[in-house]
C-alpha cells in the first residue's frame, strides 16, 4: 500500500484500468507525450503507445465525438444510446474534467458545472473527494456500460496524501458516505469542498459543542436521497456546500428531496453556502466567490439557533 495524493491515485487507475481492459483508450488535449497538463495521465502513452493513449486537437467537441463513434454531443448522443437502442448499444464512456476555483487558473477551467451534467437524463456525475476514493471511483467509471462525467477539483491534486492499496479497488457509484458522525446537524458537501464542511464542523465541535453529521456526496448524479434524509431526520438541521452557483444549483435539488423524505423532522430552514450568481471572477476576487469555513460556520449557527 502507497500513500499517493490524488494525481498518482487517478494514474494508477487509469494504469490498472487499461491493463486489466485493452479496450480502454485516454483521448485528450496533451495527455499522451506530455502525460498531461496535471500529469494525471503520466507514463501511459509510454506503456500503451499512441493507438491507445491519443493526443487530441484542442477540440472538446471533437473529443467527445471521436469517443462516441470508436453535441451537445454529450447530452444528445451519449447520454441516449442505450435508450435510443432499447439497450443493444452502450457508450462506456469516462469524461474527466478538471474543476473548481482557488488556484488561480483561467475562469474557464474555475468553474463548477456539476448541474449541467446531473441534469441530463443517461449520464452519471460523479466528484471524488480524495486520492483513495477517486482512485476507486474513476475505475468504477471506466467498468460503467454507460457515460460518466468524472470531475476533478485542482485544488485536490496535490492536496494530501492518502494510503491507496496496491489492488484495484472500485467503489459503488451513487452512494454517499458519512466521514464524521454527530447528532446535531447534517453538512452535505463534495469534491474540494468537503475539506471545508469538514473543518467547519471541527470549529463548532470544538467551540460550540455541537457534533455534526458530514456526508461527503461523491456521487451527484445518481443521488443518494437515501443518506441524506436519514441524516437530517437524526438531526433535523441541515448546511449544504457547494461552488456552483447557488440559483438551480445541487443544494436546490438535494433541499428539495430532504423536504420530500425529512420534512417533519426538520428543525430549522434548509441552509445552503455556494457560490454567488456571477460570472466565475478573476484572480482577485475567485476566493471571495467560493465557499470557506467561516461562512459555513455562520450559517450553520444560524440555523441552530433558529
Given at each position: 500500500?502507497?500513500?499517493?495524493?490524488?494525481?498518482k491515485?487517478?494514474?494508477?487507475?487509469?494504469?490498472?484500468?487499461?491493463?486489466?481492459?485493452?479496450?480502454?483508450?485516454?483521448?485528450?488535449?496533451?495527455?499522451?507525450?506530455?502525460?498531461?497538463?496535471?500529469?494525471v495521465?503520466?507514463?501511459?502513452?509510454?506503456a500503451?503507445?499512441?493507438?491507445?493513449?491519443?493526443?487530441?486537437p484542442?477540440?472538446?467537441?471533437?473529443?467527445?465525438?471521436?469517443?462516441?463513434?470508436?453535441?451537445?454531443?454529450?447530452?444528445?448522443?451519449?447520454?441516449?444510446?442505450?435508450?435510443?437502442?432499447?439497450?443493444?448499444?452502450?457508450?462506456?464512456?469516462?469524461?474527466?474534467m478538471p474543476y473548481?476555483?482557488?488556484?488561480?487558473?483561467?475562469?474557464?477551467?474555475?468553474?463548477?458545472?456539476?448541474?449541467?451534467?446531473a441534469?441530463?437524463?443517461?449520464?452519471k456525475?460523479?466528484?471524488?473527494?480524495?486520492?483513495?476514493?477517486?482512485?476507486?471511483?474513476?475505475?468504477?467509471?471506466?467498468?460503467?456500460?454507460?457515460p460518466?462525467?468524472?470531475f476533478?477539483?485542482?485544488?485536490?491534486?496535490?492536496a494530501?496524501?492518502?494510503?491507496?492499496?496496491?489492488?484495484?479497488?472500485?467503489?459503488?457509484?451513487?452512494?454517499?458516505?458519512?466521514?464524521?458522525?454527530?447528532?446535531?446537524?447534517?453538512?452535505?458537501?463534495?469534491?474540494?469542498?468537503?475539506?471545508?464542511?469538514?473543518?467547519?464542523?471541527?470549529?463548532?465541535?470544538?467551540?460550540?459543542?455541537?457534533?455534526?453529521?458530514?456526508?461527503?456526496?461523491?456521487?451527484?448524479?445518481?443521488?443518494?436521497?437515501?443518506?441524506?434524509?436519514?441524516?437530517?431526520?437524526?438531526?433535523?438541521?441541515?448546511?449544504?456546500?457547494?461552488e456552483?452557483?447557488?440559483?438551480?444549483?445541487?443544494?436546490?435539488?438535494?433541499?428539495?428531496?430532504?423536504?420530500?423524505?425529512?420534512?417533519?423532522?426538520?428543525?430549522?430552514?434548509?441552509?445552503?453556502?455556494?457560490?454567488?450568481?456571477?460570472?466565475?471572477?478573476?484572480?482577485?476576487?475567485?476566493?471571495?466567490?467560493?465557499?470557506?469555513?467561516a461562512?459555513?460556520?455562520?450559517?450553520?449557527?444560524?440555523t441552530?439557533?433558529?
Amino acid at each position: 500500500m502507497a500513500k499517493l495524493n490524488m494525481v498518482k491515485a487517478l494514474n494508477l487507475a487509469l494504469m490498472q484500468e487499461m491493463e486489466r481492459d485493452p479496450d480502454v483508450l485516454v483521448i485528450g488535449e496533451d495527455v499522451g507525450v506530455d502525460g498531461g497538463v496535471f500529469r494525471v495521465t503520466e507514463d501511459l502513452h509510454r506503456a500503451y503507445g499512441s493507438k491507445r493513449v491519443i493526443d487530441s486537437p484542442l477540440a472538446e467537441a471533437g473529443i467527445i465525438g471521436a469517443s462516441i463513434g470508436m453535441a451537445h454531443q454529450i447530452e444528445n448522443h451519449a447520454a441516449r444510446y442505450r435508450n435510443r437502442s432499447q439497450g443493444r448499444f452502450h457508450v462506456p464512456m469516462v469524461i474527466r474534467m478538471p474543476y473548481g476555483g482557488g488556484v488561480r487558473a483561467l475562469e474557464h477551467h474555475s468553474e463548477s458545472e456539476e448541474q449541467f451534467y446531473a441534469h441530463i437524463p443517461g449520464l452519471k456525475m460523479v466528484i471524488p473527494s480524495g486520492p483513495r476514493n477517486a482512485r476507486a471511483l474513476l475505475a468504477a467509471a471506466i467498468r460503467d456500460p454507460d457515460p460518466v462525467v468524472f470531475f476533478e477539483h485542482k485544488a485536490l491534486y496535490h492536496a494530501h496524501k492518502e494510503d491507496v492499496p496496491d489492488e484495484a479497488e472500485t467503489m459503488e457509484i451513487g452512494r454517499a458516505r458519512v466521514v464524521r458522525e454527530g447528532d446535531d446537524l447534517t453538512l452535505v458537501a463534495w469534491g474540494g469542498m468537503l475539506r471545508v464542511a469538514r473543518e467547519a464542523a471541527e470549529i463548532l465541535e470544538q467551540e460550540d459543542g455541537v457534533g455534526s453529521d458530514v456526508i461527503d456526496l461523491l456521487t451527484v448524479a445518481p443521488l443518494d436521497r437515501e443518506t441524506i434524509v436519514r441524516s437530517v431526520s437524526k438531526t433535523g438541521r441541515v448546511v449544504i456546500v457547494h461552488e456552483a452557483p447557488r440559483s438551480f444549483g445541487p443544494g436546490a435539488e438535494i433541499a428539495a428531496s430532504i423536504m420530500d423524505g425529512a420534512f417533519l423532522s426538520l428543525e430549522a430552514p434548509i441552509a445552503r453556502v455556494t457560490a454567488h450568481d456571477v460570472p466565475f471572477p478573476g484572480f482577485a476576487r475567485e476566493r471571495a466567490n467560493v465557499p470557506d469555513v467561516a461562512r459555513v460556520v455562520a450559517a450553520a449557527r444560524d440555523t441552530l439557533a433558529y
